[in-house]
């Protein structure tokens, strides 16, 4: 009796230890279910949810499990932003009986739609028969957003690299026809008819190279001219200039004691005119453009990518016809448009532009839009503590040519040829070289003359031999008071932005018109180094 009393007890003591120890198990994995950082889930095949956890539903924006589990009767349809990638997810589930690391779009409570990845399994039965599915969800919508802004700096590089070598041999041949264009029309009588088709020429030649300019903007590098202002201001100019082509109401808001920002005012009106361009396009049967310029703090973490600090933000917003959901990921791609063929259809580089605008001041533009519904498209610019006021500019006496002798360094004979006529319709004797070696012989030569020049005008890039900044580097050891200008096809290169670090006094851009290498070489002449402003 005493034995076998013992003996159930023993198995008594077994079976609650065993009863203990799944109730601890099953805890533990309540635990972990609950408390995952990741979604897990079961699901029917047909699409509906057999058990949830929070953090899947907190990913889908409901309150909890069971909200989710009440209101979502077809997976597919109600969470799915592509339906059809639920059953690319089954096909691979039913072929291998797990899928790993699939992406996809699910759609929000809130409509808005995030990025996923997905790990599954199939879920069988006794008998091998397929019950569900359970599995694992993370969200990536961060991870998918620096991607594709890194996709899109490398697209960017590419068409740069591309769009700024044509850019440059374009404007060689502009800077040409331009200047003689310019220098024909002067002495044409006004108003006969040789003049008026000069003028239309000049202005086929200003479109022409403003296209180069748009073009370049991809480039590699710098080719930003940074001074300090007021952005609400420039802003406001730019919309007050701009005529709308379709009966557009403006709004214009702008907050008092607007951040000082240090940008290339010439870039951000482009960018400026672009979108607003773009937004009375949408609205071609009239609406509303509102325009609105603030401050904001932007957080250390953020999704736009953004240092933490002080920006202005730009709001230009319409109530137009909106974007497409297939059309928004592209829309900052070059030469990409939703234009129809015909006499409405752009060169689809205006987006494009103002998006390697931004980015090149180290900011950011974004875009928010629903088909008709309207576009909301924000730019965010750092705002800066530098005053540019408390800078002592001095201001040269403006004089003329007065026989006063120019160099100049050109690899392209026509561009060589149409600058000595412009300089010497406006007084100046001129001498040429075809590369920086002839530039220092002639110069060296000229010095040992007692026939110095007054000023050396030295293109940046030479085919094959020594372009302007080298030369420079070697005149200024000949005689460290030259007087230089730097002048390039490449308005996008440092040595352009940042000229004076070089030794240089100004700096020019192909093609350029005749009042503005007056202007550059008047308000030089008479410079002391380092003192300049062009």
Wanted: include cysteine; glycine fraction near 8%; charge should be neutral.
């Amino acid at each position: 009796m005493t034995g076998k009393s013992i003996k159930i007890r023993k198995g008594a003591h077994k079976d609650k230890h065993a009863e203990g120890s799944l109730q601890e198990s099953e805890k533990n994995y309540r635990e972990i279910f609950n408390n995952a950082v990741e979604g897990i889930y079961q699901t029917t095949p047909e699409g509906k949810f057999l058990s949830a956890n929070p953090a899947i539903a907190h990913i889908l924006g409901y309150k909890s499990p069971a909200e989710l589990m009440d209101t979502i009767s077809d997976i597919a349809k109600q969470i799915y932003a592509d339906p059809s990638r639920r059953s690319e997810i089954k096909r691979l589930l039913m072929e291998h009986g797990m899928v790993r690391n699939f992406e996809a779009q699910f759609i929000r409570k809130d409509k808005n739609k995030i990025w996923v990845v997905i790990n599954a399994n199939v879920v069988r039965d006794a008998e091998g028969n397929i019950t569900g599915y359970q599995g694992f969800t993370t969200d990536i919508t961060e991870r998918k957003l620096l991607e594709n802004q890194l996709l899109q700096a490398k697209k960017m590089d590419t068409i740069g690299t591309l769009a700024g070598g044509i850019a440059h041999d374009f404007n060689n041949l502009l800077a040409a026809i331009y200047g003689y264009i310019e220098m024909a029309r002067e002495d044409i009588p006004y108003g006969s008819r040789a003049y008026n088709y000069l003028l239309n020429a000049e202005k086929s030649a200003q479109q022409a190279a403003e296209l180069t300019k748009r073009l370049i903007t991809f480039s590699k590098g710098g080719g930003l001219v940074k001074t300090s202002c007021n952005i609400g201001e420039l802003v406001k100019e730019t919309i007050q200039d701009e005529k709308m082509a379709h009966p557009v109401k403006k709004k214009f808001i702008m907050a008092d004691d607007l951040y000082l920002t240090e940008v290339d005012e010439g870039q951000i009106r482009q960018v400026i005119r672009n979108l607003i361009i773009n937004a009375a396009e949408a609205m071609h049967d009239g609406g509303l453009l509102t325009i609105i310029v603030e401050n904001v703090t932007v957080p250390l973490q953020n999704q736009l990518q953004l240092r933490e600090g002080p920006y202005v933000r730009i709001t230009v917003e319409d109530t137009g016809k909106g974007i497409s959901t297939e059309d928004l990921p592209l829309i900052f791609d070059p030469y990409y448009s939703t234009k129809q063929r015909g006499s409405q259809k752009g060169m689809g580089l205006g987006l494009s532009v103002c998006y390697s605008i931004v980015n090149k001041h180290h900011g950011c533009i974004t875009v928010d839009s629903k088909p008709g519904k309207g576009s909301n498209f924000q730019i965010y610019l750092p705002a800066t503590t530098i005053d540019k006021s408390a800078e002592n500019i001095s201001r040269q006496e403006i004089i003329s040519g007065l026989q006063r002798r120019i160099l100049v360094m050109d690899d392209e004979e026509v561009v060589r040829n149409m600058i000595v006529d412009l300089l010497m319709s406006l007084g100046y004797q001129v001498t040429t070289a075809q590369n920086g070696t002839q530039a220092i012989d002639l110069y060296t030569k000229a010095r040992a003359a007692d026939q110095s020049f007054d000023m050396v005008i030295l293109d940046l890039t030479i085919k094959g031999g020594m372009g302007g900044v080298q030369t420079m580097e070697e005149l200024l050891k000949i005689d460290p008071q030259v007087k230089a200008i730097i002048f390039s096809g490449y308005n996008d290169d440092p040595v352009i932005e940042n000229y004076r670090h070089y030794g240089f006094l100004g700096a020019l851009t192909k093609p350029f018109k005749r009042k503005e290498i007056k202007a550059v070489l008047e308000k030089n002449l008479h410079a002391i180094r380092g003192n300049s402003c062009v």
